[in-house]
């Protein structure tokens, strides 16, 4: 008698995406399609120079242009006291250039008029006249004591050095350095990369001065620590601050951080009282946007004979830009770089890292990554692919020595993480037979006395996702946990909030499924929104995957506060004790008669017209979700390529992945999912480059320039899974959005390599470009390693 989960679109259901419905049909409502009665546009001058001292800025010729409301200037800025704002990682960063000009793109004025096209005119006019300074594009010139101290703003920065951070053991470190039989190396860099969302950013501030409410309509994964981070730094009271952020067209981390821009706008409207619309152009989003990665890492391993891994050393040295800007829990200087390794038994490890300041756009977000986690993997899976060979073991063999085993979870790496569950053996072994890995020596061989270059890359990982538990993680002082509220009416439909926020995700498909599966409602009869933080509950948003670990899980938990209450109101209906009911997905029934039944919709009826007596009236609940740990996925990918000798251009002759997210909400949303961050890794590993010039010029500043696959470029992905549940996950979830993109580069890269590294060459830094697969191969030489780097 209980209803069927996967005819109402319950756990399990490949339920098609509603918000498809209106994204196909090109009504989405993204921000700039909100038009606001007497709204003004706002259009930003950008520096293009990327280190000068500013000597003066003349506006009046911007002024003159017919349609100009305002034009804004630092100074103007500063005499608010918003020329500067606080930044997530407990940095300041510049809000319009006063001082200095110390990127590329920094913002320097704003125009704000009747329509974009005035204002962009009106920018053109406004004169900078200022003084050069050596621009440093890298972390080698940043220690060069002859360059300039690019944060002359700040007390106590001697240096441009931001921080240095270590974790692990390092006494144990040495000591199996001391012990070991093999010792690898490897040295790579891991290049700036861009997420470059298909919309920018942008914001409609909409301040009115009688109710001294403020409205902004914005690009953000994380209304409310917008809500908070304007309410601290525009001394606004928080409760009249309200922050919506509509349909989004991809977000990817790049709309994790608080810009210049809606700061700007903000003042803008509070000047002028009306409501002021800022839109970013593409080149502005790639130049002065969050950007990702950006790191030289450098490690060795400690082995054993045998093949055992005996102990791991690290040493990163990160380009922050002009600013620390890095969105990332603030107990940790990198991010979760420390995170590396974790699917592996590695006895002992130390990581050893630093930062500067350089002059490039501030970033260090995470580009579909948890914190770093990318690097962090991509690494892992190179250095592994590196000693694998030094040892003259077979890759999948290396691995399988040294994968953590079944029954060692829950495992406590040697970072500290606790990593709770996984088959990684099994994912290993299904990947193997999905690609004939076993056969494809022969055929390389056979291949290769024909002159055809053949190769395979492995790359497996666990990453954490998830962030809380609050007890480790918070930003800024703020614990990270998430929330939900679901309210049910009384026809047994309802609407669930989140203080999540999808970007793309397919959240209000998933989550009214969660919803289905706890109370067996329809699917269908759940309207679920987010992004309003009027309406919303409190929560840190969405990225870092951790909506399905911690929203997701509040929605589970909003779910069975209902439930519990229905289980009342059943028993009242149906004239027993509580204890005597029994629950079936969709209906209560008496024990020991099950025709004797209740449907959750007639609990819901009852919860408005027929409640027992003293019972609050309504069916109503919140959840605040604090995850007991991370959620830790597994990937298993595997890559087969063939490079051409003549050319150096490599093409994907299969790609098999198979992951391991826990229990799927959604299987065909997950595989979305993972096929999107196999392109966006695809793209890294063959493409993409934004790299800047001596000058700091940004190369790579528009698409031309910064290339996005289409579905021509991108390769076929075979996908595969593997299901562990989640031991603390209410559901048994654990996140995925941004496994592929993760652990999907060190894939085609180490498949590359296998095809090329007989001729001598062990690293090619990514994008692998034909030219330098080419050059690697006719050379043998790594093209990899500390700055200066190439650019080609
Ligand atoms: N899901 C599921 N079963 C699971 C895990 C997840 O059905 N076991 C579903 C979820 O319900 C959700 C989707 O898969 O609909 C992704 O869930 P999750 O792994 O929790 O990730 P988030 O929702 O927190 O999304 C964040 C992640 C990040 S950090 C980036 S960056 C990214 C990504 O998602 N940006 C994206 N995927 C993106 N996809 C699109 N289309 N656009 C972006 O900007
Ligand atoms: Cu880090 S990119 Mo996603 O976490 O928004």
Redesign the pocket.
Known sequence: MSVDEIKIGGMGASRRRVEDNRFIRGKGRYVDDIVLPGMLHMEILRADVAHARIKSIDTSAAWEVPGVRLVLTGEMMAARNLAWMPTLSYDTQAVMATDKIRFQGQEIAAVIADDPYIAKDACSRIVVEYEQLPVIVNPVQAQDPSMPLIRDDKENQPTNKIFDWEIGDKARTDKAFEEADVISKLELHYPRSHPS?LEPCGSIADYDRATGKLTVYMTTQAPHIIRAAVAMVAELPEHMIRIVSPDLG????NKVPVYPGYVISILASILTERPVKWIEDKTGNLISTGFGRDVYLKGEMALRKDGKILGMRMHTVSDHGAFYADAQPTKFKIGLMHSTFACYDVPAAHLTSEGYYTNKAPGGVAY?CSFRVTEAMFFQERMIHAAANDLGMDQAEFRRVNLVKDDMFPYRTAFGFLTDSGQYEKCLEVGMEAIGYRNFKQEQEEARKRGRLLGIGISTMTEPLGAGNSREYDILGIKMFDSAELRIHMTGKGILRTG?KT?????ET?WAQIVAHELGIPADDIVVEEGDTDTAPFGMG????????VA?AAVAMAARKIRAKARKIAAHLLEVSEEDIEWELGRFYVRGNSDRGVTIQDCALAAYSNMPDGMEPGLESTSYYDPPNLTWPFAAYFCKVEVDPQTGVWDVLNFVAVDD??????PM??EG?VM?GLTEAYAMANMQYITFDESGNCIGSNYMDYLLPTAWETPGFELHEVVTPCPHHPIG??????CATVAGPAAFVNAVMNAIEHAGARNVDMPLMPNRVYEALHTGNDISGMPPVRVD
């Not at 970007?503 to 959240?507: A, D, P, V």
């Not at 979830?733 to 941004?738: I, L, P, Q, R, S």
């Open positions: 969302p991809g977000g990817f981390g579909r999540a970007q793309g995700q397919g959240h998933t969405t990225y870092a995957s951790r909506s399905t670990p997701g997210c826990g229990v799927r909400i959604n949303v997950v999912q999107g979830a654990k996140g995925v959005g941004e």
